[in-house]
Structures are given as C-alpha cells and as structure tokens.
C-alpha cells in the first residue's frame, strides 16, 4: 500500500528503513516495495540480499546503506526501548562494521557515523548509535478486541515484542496485521507477544497476505503445533561439495551445538545421515529454532519438529555469548590473513546479516566451499576427483573486498578455523 501510494502521489519520501533479517525473495516482494529512488532516504539492514532493488539503489549512491550486523541490529530494538546510549559490544570488531574499516556504510554518499569504538575496562568494543522509531509494521496471528496479539501462527516470536516497545517508547506508532480479531481476554496470555498498550493501529490481512511465509500457507509443523514424520535423508552423490562435507564433517564434536549456512554447509546434514551420525549434533537457526530441520527458500529461518522457539534476540544472546560449539559456513572470497567476505562482490550487495554474530563467537568455524567458482567442473573417477574445467573466478585472493570474517581478531582471541575445499583444508 506504500509503494502504491509513492507511485501514484510522491509521498510519502525520504523514509528511513530499519530490519535485521533479509526481507522478501529478490522478486519484488519484501524490502524491494521500498526499492524506488525518493521513497526511501535512508536504509540500515542487515541482511540485503532478499531486496536486490535497495541494493541497486545503494550501489547506484542513490540512498544513504548500513549493515550492521544482524544480531546487533535485534539487541538494538531492545537498547533503543531502554533508551540505552547505544548497542555495545564485541560483535563487528575488525570487521567492515568496524569504524577503522568503514563501520558498516556501503557506499559514498553515506557519512554519518553509526559505530563507533569505545574502550571499557581496558577492552575496546563497538557502540552502536540507536535511534527513534516512528513507525513499526508488524505481523501477528490473532488479535483480541484490546488490541493484544498472538504469534502463534508464525515461525517464531522473531524480534516483535522488542520492536513494538523500542517504537511506543520511541512515540511512534506500531500498526500490526493479523488473520482475525477475536473476543477481548479470550487468548491465552502465553501466547501474547505484543500486549495491546503497545499497539495503536489492528489491519485485518487478506488469506493472500496472510501466508505464513512468502507464497506459502501455514504450516504447523513449523510452529511445532505437530511433529511430522521425516524420512531418512537420501544419500548425496559422490561430488566435490560430498567430498569437502564429509571432510567438514570430522570437525563435529559429540553433542554439538550447530549453525549451518546455506550452500555447501547444508550438505553436512546429509554427510551426518548417511554416517548415523545424526544425532551427535543439535542444529539451531539464528531465527530462534533449537533442534529440529531447518527449512530454507522462502521458508529460511523455519524448522519442523523444533524442540523449543526462542525470540531471534535471545537466540543472538546464545551465539554472541559463545553456545556453539561449531558453526559451518559458505566460503566465498578469502585472503592469506585469514579475513574472509560473503557480504560485498562488486555490483552484488548480500549484507553480512547473521555472519559477523555467528562467526566471531563459535567455538570454532568451518569455512565450507570449492577452491574455486563460475564454471568448475568436476568428476569422481576411480575413488579421485578429477577437476575437468577449472571455475573462472578464483576464491583466494591477496585481499578480500569486504572483511566479513577477521582473521586478525580470530588469532587475536585464539579461535580455531578452518577453511575446506574439496582439494585442500587450511588452518
């Protein structure tokens, strides 16, 4: 409706737009209703590839683009409803969110400092500036006739209790869409999420709108309504991505706790199957699932048959404060140093969104990826792998465009990583 009447009037204009998560599915939907040059002024995110319209706009130097990282922008929401000075911590340091190294803007046009570097008790950290928010745009399940409002229905609580305190102590307002609006006092109180003395505004969602995630009706087994059965996951060919899996694979510790990044990393769950290994592990999503399959597509940040749903802050709690035991991600640029970007290529904007958080504090990190990409070819012959055309574009470079990862800090703190290919590892 926004984007509508931006199109149709010019207004309304220079907008500032604030979220952690990536928002919609590069196809028009989500944070791309924004993408339109006047509309919005200004855009602090963390993850951005799901709106490659904004993207556009912030490479174009036609917006003014943050990218905190993401779990620091869900403990923003909670300091900004404290009227906390600001966000301050560890996460980011040595990074591009670093001030030292552009403190999270990406591009020219943007100037104002968001970051800055502060030293308590003779340890530096980063202080994250909050701000007002004027206006939240929420999703509920149900609402009652108090405006109270349930989330049951959804993939998890998210960051909306936090999000709809920092906007009313912000005096701003918070609009909030559900399926249905119910008798006052008939839902269980456990389920609210956003009492009504938050809310100022109730919009009933069409079935259409109301999907739980983008172009998919509501599932339960996603709010652990009910567990489904889950069929024994097939073996994966023998190719170089199994290969580097199965390596990857031997750094799981028993009983782990888990992150697994999208790509190559996802193929460690069906390593971990085919070896009866699968219950080694407990696999968490940084959207708050604890245990359980993790979904991706439009339905990322989702897990069937979770044990428990935590708030996406609290979730960022655990992995800021170091629960994981071993968090597997994609390995897209790295350089002798260690630092390694999945954030930044070029004219692709992705955004760091939950990598900074994830990847500074596990216990340790296992950098998953082919040693090269853009038209590799391989083949298994004869128990070798055989590399048939060698990827145009080559993943160890002399110096990462964008430092996601810092090998600085990971020595400095003493922090194990690996990075494995299907035809070296490196420690």
Known sequence: ???????????????????????????????????????????????????????????????????????????????????????ITHVGLYTFADPRNGGGKLNECTKEDLVKVVEIEGEERLLYKGF?????????????????????????????????????????????????????????????KIPGIY????????????????GTPYDGALTSEFRIPVDAIPPIPLDAKKILARRAAMELPKDAIVNLGTGAPEKIANVAAEEGISDSMTLTVEAGGIAGVPYGGTQFGASANAMAILDHNVQFDFYQGGGLDVAFLGLAETAPNGDLNVSKFGTRLAGAGGFIDITQNAKKVVYCGTFTAKGLKTECRDGKLVITQEGAKKKFVNQVEHITFSGVYANKVHQPVLYVTERAVFA
């Not at 599915?25 to 209703?33: F, L, M, S, V």
């Not at 919005?40 to 995110?45: C, L, N, P, T």
């Not at 009933?204 to 709108?209: A, P, Y």
């Open 1 to 87: 409706a926004m984007e509508k009447r931006f199109l149709e009037t010019g207004h309304p204009r220079d907008l500032t737009l604030f979220f952690a998560a990536g928002q919609g599915h590069r196809d028009g939907t989500g944070g791309d209703h924004y993408g339109h040059e006047g509309l919005v002024k200004r855009v602090v995110g963390g993850h951005w590839d799901r709106a490659p319209k904004l993207g556009d706009l912030a490479l174009a130097n036609k917006i003014e683009a943050y990218n905190p990282p993401q779990g620091v922008i869900t403990h923003m929401y909670r300091d900004i409803a404290a009227h906390n000075i600001g966000t």
């Open 132 to 192: 007002p928010i004027n206006v939240c745009f929420l999703r509920g399940s149900y609402a009652d006739e108090y405006g109270n409002c349930t989330v049951h229905r959804e993939i998890g609580p998210l960051d909306v209790t936090a999000q709809a305190q920092a906007t009313k102590n912000s005096g701003g307002k918070v609009i909030v869409q559900v399926e249905k609006i119910v008798q006052g006092g008939s839902l269980d109180p456990k389920l609210v």
């Open 199 to 214: 809310v100022d505004a109730i919009v009933v969602g069409s079935i259409e709108d109301n999907m739980q995630c983008l």
